[in-house]
């Protein structure tokens, strides 16, 4: 009896359609959300009653 030997030669092959598709989905995100990154918020702030603040005398011991 003879048996065939096959020489079974298994290809590991990277399916690069779905990793491009992620790339894309991220690209799209980040040129979504970086505009609003450098933009700001127009807000009125409150004045106080006095505009300067006095400085506190300090004791210095040496």
């Given at each position: 009896m003879i048996f065939e030997t096959r020489q079974r030669r298994f290809l590991a092959e990277i399916n690069v359609i779905p990793l491009v598709d992620v790339v894309l989905?991220?690209?799209?995100?980040?040129?979504?959300?970086?505009?609003?990154?450098?933009?700001?918020?127009d807000i009125n702030l409150p004045t106080s009653a006095t505009n300067t603040i006095k400085?506190?005398?300090?004791?210095?011991?040496?």
């Open positions: 989905v991220l690209l799209v995100i980040f040129m979504v959300t970086a505009p609003m990154l450098y933009r700001g918020m400085p506190e005398m300090r004791a210095v011991l040496t």
